[in-house]
Each structure stands twice: as C-alpha cells, then as structure tokens.
C-alpha cells in the first residue's frame, strides 16, 4: 500500500561545512587579480571559485563566471583578472561577441535586472536597467549579433514539464526592450544572423528554428540512419559563422545508443552528417555534452563537427585527476579541433544526505582532451563571503522525464535529494516517459526514494501556458472537469502501483484572477474526488494563486507545492502565499529552476525542491 510521509522541521546552517571545505560556493571579491598555476593543491591563502560557465577565444584568451563573479583570462589560465561589473549581485547570463565586446545579465534579490556591456574585454562597464515587467524567474541565455542587436531569453518559474518565458529583443544596444512571440521552450538560444536563430532543449531535447528574428519557430527534426526511430536528443547548434556550423544528437532507444554530429554550410538549411559513435543506453546530452557512465565525454567544438573524446581519467603532468572520483564534464569549449576548455563537476557530501556541494573546476588542454591542466580561478580567502542556507526539510527535485533506475540509484547514494517527482499523466502533459512503470516504482522506491507523483491535466483560462489545453470558464463544469481528473489520476497511480493512500499534485501553472472562479471550482472537484478515493490532493503552482484559492475553497487541498525561484530553501516567507496558510508541514518549496547538478559521476538536468509536506512511498 502507499504511505504518506510528513518531515518535520529543523534549522542546519551550513557555514561551517562550508568554512571546512577547500571549495567556497558562490565567493565574492573585490576586484583584483588571482593567480592559478594549474597545480591540483591550492595555496592555504586561497580558494577555488565555484565557477559556473567559461568561452575561450583563443589558446589564450577567454572569460569564466560564477554567479557572482566574472574572470578574464590572457595567458592561457595561469593568471586571471576579475572583471565583474560594479555593483553586481548576482549573475545571471553572460555573452562575449569577440575579445572586447561583452554582456552580462545582473540581477538583485528583488528580481530587478541590468544589462552591462563593455567594448574593452571588462576593463570598463556600462549598465542599463531592464524594463522586463516581470520579477520572477530567471534569465537563461544573452547573445547579440552586434552592439545593437541583442536577444535574452526569460523562463518563467513553472515545472518541470514545462520550459515557458518570454523572449524579448533590443535593436539599440539594451536601452529599451520589445517581447517577441511566446517561444515554444525557454532555453539557451543561437542568432547565427539577424534573421536565424535556434532553440533546443526542453524537456525532450527539441530542436526549433526561426527564420524571421525570433518571432516564429518551427520544429526540426535529423535522422540517424543507423537509429530510426530512436528518441533525438538535440544540442544547440554552434556556428563560426552566419553559415558554417554544427550539432550534436544524441539518438537512443532501449538497449542501443549513437551520438551523431551534423554540419551545415548554408546558415542551417539543410544538413549532412558527419560522424556517427556508439554510446552506452545510459549516455546522456547535458549542456551539450555526450556523456557515459565511464566519465567519457564526447564534445564538438566550433570549427568543426569532428567529435572530441575527453577522459576524466586523463593526467596532467604527474597529477592525476583520481581525486575528481564521480566526476563529469558538465560545459566544454573547444576553439578548435584539438584546444578547448572542460568543466568538471564533482557532488560531495560529508556524510549521508547531508554536508552536500557541488565542486565546479575548470581545466585546459591542447590535445583533444587526452590531458587536463587545472586553471580553476583562485581568490584570497579573507574575501570569500560565504551565502548561508537555511535547510529546514529534506531535500527533493523534479525532472521532466523520469531518469533511469541505475541513475537513480548513483544519486541517492550519492546526492543530498531524498524525494523525486514524477509525472503520472495528463492531457498536458510535456514529456515522454520511457522510464516509468510499475516495475521502476518498485526498483526506485527499494533504492530509498519517496516519490512526488504529478498529474499534468488541463490549465487554467488564463493560463501563462497558452498553448496548454483548458479547463471550462463555466465554474459548474469546471468543478466536474476537477472530478473527472482526479479519477483518471487515480486509475494511473494504481496502475503503477501507488494505491490508496496515496496523495497526487495537480500540476496548474501559474494564472491571472480572471481564471479565480473557473479555478476554485475545479480544484475543490478534484479535492473532493481524491479524498472520495481515500486519497491526499495536492496542488503545485504560483504561491499567489494558492493564497487567493486554493486555502479559501470549501475543500482545499491536503498540500500546496509553490514555485518561487527566489533560492531559499525555505518553504515559508513565499510570495503571495502567507506564512499561516497550509503551515502544518503541508508544503513543498521549487527554490530553483532548471539546471543542471552531478552526482557520483551522473549529471541530470532538474528543478531543485525542499519538502515539508507529504509525498508517496509504497511498501512490499
């Protein structure tokens, strides 16, 4: 049968993990310069800076952020010179054209942004205010063609199955901003000309084109020979220039996998595969990158669709990168066929579940990954300004598409995470689900996990997901439509094995007050109709829509799942929702959106969750 679990609450401060670790999470410097050497030991003096993304020009040149801070480096990595814009808080994206001309995308705790572009590779900075209209969310990628023309990409906070924001365009270099057309994911994006522009990622790893600056998209869609068939996941294109570029597809199905590379020389009108590897089924696309469960990586740079194969095992010198044990390669730059930057990612905790951080390195190398220098960014350690973390629950996170069992297991005995959500079904919902079935409840839930089982059905009127199917306007109807959900999400839990008592989320994203009356009736019906089944309701959304709502309805629901990407662990002080509404460990809290997180050597991309509310388990 299922069982519900409630956690109680408790306060862990993680200052002194993090003061013992020799990696500093997010450190905060006044501008100077730091030196690296590339040796594995850091001077007692300094420490590594937890650095999120890098670009590299040349053997030489190139930059590297953290969400903090922003680094420029001249000779390879040996020394680096900290860029950051004055008054920067926290960053969110970042983009060079050329070895002068950068952007880069500050936010502060309110949500407010400015754009900040230098002409002279970070020794100076402009910053101007963006007038986005929203304080939520987070913006994902920045990229101009010019200093004119420019693009940022905002995702909206909502789950997992979806990836929604808005796309807005600038033709005046970020002085004012125009929203484009809804895109049909908000991920990173290429323009490789004014006109053409290309999307990829979501949930399913699509591929989407637009050949009118963004305010359209059509799907596209390559094929293996080999592979037909098979599940394509996309990389986003890269291009040298408006006409030549590459991609990457990773195209499995059960038992066989091929990561296959095509390029282009017509600006992406068509294209001719160029190589074709087979991988393990269990490989997977992040960030561009082809991984294996045996620390290979396979990468492409600009130049060329040639794959390059880097090994984690790989040495530098006489230092071995063992100490990097369960490590990935999460980010790669390669300038060119054989010289490249990689960021390797290792999860570590102290013990058990708890004392857990991600440890984000930055290596070179000149020989097509067959050897790896460090040059991670060092600061003074009497400038580090560590961020303290309220943990009061247990830790959870949500993928769009169940991962594999085997993956699973890797990050829970692993990884801080001890809940994982999955999507059960819905007319809306996203993503396939390969993965899922009776015999994988079993197998994740005998591993440990506690389950987040969500249905994904129709949304809202007013709805921010306008493509999605809706519910009735008519408050009558709707109440039944409520019901009418619950029933079929009853039937699919069953089916997988999550009998009575069991408690189910509705996944209804975020909307306007034209949708309250229409609203309330359907998730009282489906409050209703769980409990009429003996089992727990649960509502995932916007914490405004469920203090307006949800906890004034005459049956409201047994829990309250709130997105708010505001990166406090907290599940209280949530905006819109008051802190004595759903108070009795009745909340789970989405802190953070999509990105990307390894542990024991397996790297997932995911929503970041705490949990103090009940979720499903199953007993033998």
């Avoid at 913006?139 to 420019?150: C, E, K, L, M, P």
């Avoid at 440990?448 to 921010?464: D, E, F, K, N, R």
């Avoid at 109440?479 to 069953?494: I, K, N, P």
Wanted: glycine share 10%; aromatic share 8%.
């Amino acid at each position: 049968m299922s069982r519900l679990f409630h956690y109680p609450r408790l306060s862990i401060s993680l200052s002194a993990i993090i003061a013992s670790h020799f990696l500093i999470v997010g450190a905060v410097a006044a501008p100077m310069q730091t030196q690296s050497t590339g040796a594995i030991q850091a001077n007692s003096s300094m420490v590594r800076v937890d650095i999120d993304t890098m670009q590299v020009f040349n053997a030489f040149d190139g930059w590297s952020a953290s969400r903090r801070q922003l680094f420029r480096t001249v000779d390879g990595g040996q020394t680096w010179s900290d860029i950051t814009p004055p008054a920067a808080t926290t960053i969110e994206a970042t983009y060079f054209l050329n070895e002068h001309a950068g952007w880069t995308v500050l936010a502060d705790a309110e949500g407010h942004r400015q754009l900040a572009h230098t002409r002279d590779g970070g020794d100076n900075w402009t910053s101007h205010l963006i007038q986005d209209g929203e304080e939520s969310g987070t913006v994902v990628a920045v990229q101009f063609v010019d200093h004119s023309h420019g693009w940022i990409m905002l995702r909206a906070p909502s789950s997992s199955n979806f990836s929604r924001g808005t796309l807005m365009a600038t033709s005046d270099g970020g002085l004012t901003w125009q929203s484009l057309s809804e895109p049909p994911i908000a991920e990173a994006f290429h323009f490789n000309s004014l006109s053409s522009a290309w999307l990829a990622g979501g949930g399913d790893g699509r591929l989407y084109h637009s050949t009118d600056g963004g305010n359209s998209w059509q799907k596209t869609a390559l094929q293996d020979a080999d592979l037909v068939g098979a599940d394509a996941t996309y990389h986003l294109p890269q291009f040298s220039n408006s006409r030549d570029g590459n991609v990457s597809v990773l195209f499995a199905s059960t038992d066989v996998a091929h990561v296959a590379t095509f390029a282009t020389h017509d600006g992406g009108t068509s294209w001719t595969q160029q190589q074709v590897r087979s991988v393990p089924p269990e490989s997977r696309l992040v960030n561009g990158i082809v991984s294996d469960s045996a620390g290979i990586a396979y990468v492409t740079g600009r130049a060329s669709a040639e794959l390059q194969t880097v090994t984690i095992g790989s040495v530098s010198g006489e230092k071995s990168l063992t100490h990097m044990a369960n490590a990935a390669i999460t980010r790669a730059d390669f300038n060119d066929q054989t010289s490249g930057w990689v960021l390797l990612t290792q999860g570590y905790c102290t013990s058990f579940k708890s004392g857990c951080s991600q440890q984000n390195r930055v290596f070179s190398t000149t020989d097509s990954g067959k050897t790896l220098t460090e040059i991670t960014p060092q600061v003074p350690q009497s400038t580090v300004k560590p961020k303290l973390v309220e943990v009061s629950h247990s830790l959870g996170f949500d993928a769009c598409t169940a991962p594999s069992a085997s993956n699973l297991r890797t990050w829970f005995d692993n990884s801080p995470f001890r809940d994982v959500n999955i999507y059960i079904g819905g007319s809306n919902r996203g993503c396939s689900q390969a993965n899922l079935s009776s015999a994988w409840v079993d197998s994740v839930i005998a591993q440990g996990w506690h389950l987040i089982p969500t249905w994904v059905g129709p949304q809202a009127p007013g709805s921010s997901c306008h493509s999605c199917g809706k519910i009735s306007t008519d408050p009558a109807t709707a109440h039944q439509q409520g019901r009418d959900e619950a029933l079929a999400a009853h039937r699919v839990a069953a089916d997988l094995g999550l009998h009575t008592p069991t408690i189910i989320y509705y996944d209804m994203e975020q909307y306007s007050p034209v949708s309250d009356s229409a609203v309330r009736q359907f998730i009282d019906g489906w409050d209703i109709r769980m409990h009429e089944f003996g089992d727990s309701a649960g509502v995932y959304g916007a914490g405004g829509n469920a203090g307006a709502d949800y906890a004034t309805i005459p049956s409201p629901p047994d829990a309250v799942w709130i997105a708010n990407w505001n990166g406090s662990t907290s599940v209280f002080g949530l905006s819109g929702l008051p802190d004595s509404a759903f108070s009795d460990h009745q909340r789970i809290h989405q802190y953070r959106g999509g990105h990307t997180e390894t542990w024991g050597g397996v790297t997932l991309s995911i929503d970041s969750d705490s949990v103090d509310g009940p979720i499903a388990d199953r007993s033998n």
